[in-house]
């Protein structure tokens, strides 16, 4: 599959982490990553996601020294109503 972690748009980062499977045309929303920021890095090494540096300040582009491994395939919680 392909992930997406994080992001920005209107100065807001986002935490967010998505994957897509092409077999399924489908997304699947996963746990967001403990630290927001958008400009990251990303590899999957043996069944485990990595977010790698990135940027914690919205609009500027200033490299966060921080490894996260994120829960890879454990679909995120959905808020009852």
Known sequence: GIAVLGGERGGDLFADVNLYDPVTDAWT???PM???RHGLASAVM???L???TGS???G???NTPVVERLALGAPAATPSA
């Open 56 to 58: 914690t300040l919205a």
């Open 29 to 31: 929303a996963l746990p």
């Open 46 to 48: 043996n069944g485990q």
């Open 50 to 52: 990595y977010a790698i």
């Open 34 to 36: 403990p630290t927001a």
């Open 60 to 62: 500027r582009i200033e």
